[in-house]
């Protein structure tokens, strides 16, 4: 957060520890103690009620701050010659330039991923039931077997092309869509699916203030029919923060 707080901090970081905030310059962390090791178990419920509880804490902090710069759950400070507080200020200090370019970015604003989903079989059968494919098919009958067969694959050929035609002007006019309210897009490389039923279009993380945030829904649910979406969030701005360093 930005700007030197000494406030009161009451809610608990992860574990219940008590949280925290040590301030150094134009800059303050929101810490608690822990160990000098990651938080670990063998059983994958637990890792989730620590990242949320992590999460919790984030956003109550961006409530108060108005934003966070935000950490990856198991960022820990480690001591050496010094301790671990004076280890942070001295990198609280350090990073002055780089938190100033993050927080003018950042500030004010939080993260929303949208996952886009497409149902390749009903767009499929939208395109061959056209016209101009109907046409295309109709003049199969009166030609010979040789010709009726390399005509066929002109015609998959076409409907193949429509396909990609059709993904590609809605996806163009999706991110211009957002775009104009966003302050910044970011493109997901991950293929991981959600909604097994369907294909992902793709994956964007949208970074938007709390005057832009309710646009978000309007221009989604203007979405044509066979193409469907996952809006996840407010989130922490993760990718915006860290794309920054």
């Known amino acids: 957060v930005q700007f030197g707080f000494n406030l009161d ?3 608990k970081g992860i574990d219940g520890k008590n949280a925290y905030i040590i301030n150094e310059g134009k800059y303050s962390a929101l810490v608690h103690e822990c160990e000098e090791k990651p938080y670990t178990s063998e059983n994958p ?7 949320i509880e992590h999460n919790y804490i984030l956003n109550k902090a961006m409530e108060v701050f108005n934003g966070v710069i935000p950490l990856h759950f198991n960022t820990i400070i480690k001591k050496g010659s010094v301790s671990a507080k004076e280890n942070l200020k001295k990198w609280l200090a350090a990073e002055q330039e780089t938190l100033d370019n993050t927080w003018n970015k950042v500030k004010g604003k939080k993260e929303y991923g949208i996952r886009i989903y497409y149902d390749k079989k009903k767009l499929l059968e939208e395109i061959s039931n056209s ?12 030609k010979s077997e040789g010709l009726k067969y390399l005509l066929q694959s002109k015609v998959k ?9 059709k993904l590609n002007e809605f996806k163009r006019r999706f991110y ?4 104009k309210i966003a302050s910044d897009v970011m493109l997901n490389n991950s293929r991981i699916l959600i909604n097994e039923e369907k294909d992902l ?9 709390r005057q832009q945030a309710s646009k978000l829904t309007r221009i ?14 407010p989130f922490a701005p993760y990718s915006f923060a860290q794309n920054e360093k």
């Open 220 to 233: 989604l649910d203007k979405k044509p029919n066979n193409f469907s979406f996952q809006l996840a969030g």
């Open 176 to 179: 211009h869509s957002i775009n």
């Open 157 to 165: 050929t076409k409907i193949d092309e429509t396909l990609f035609y």
């Open 201 to 209: 279009l793709f994956s964007l993380s949208v970074l938007v203030d």
């Open 45 to 51: 419920e637990k890792i989730k009620e620590l990242v």
């Open 9 to 11: 901090w009451k809610e």
């Open 131 to 142: 016209g101009e494919v109907k046409k295309e098919e109709e003049n199969l009958q009166e």
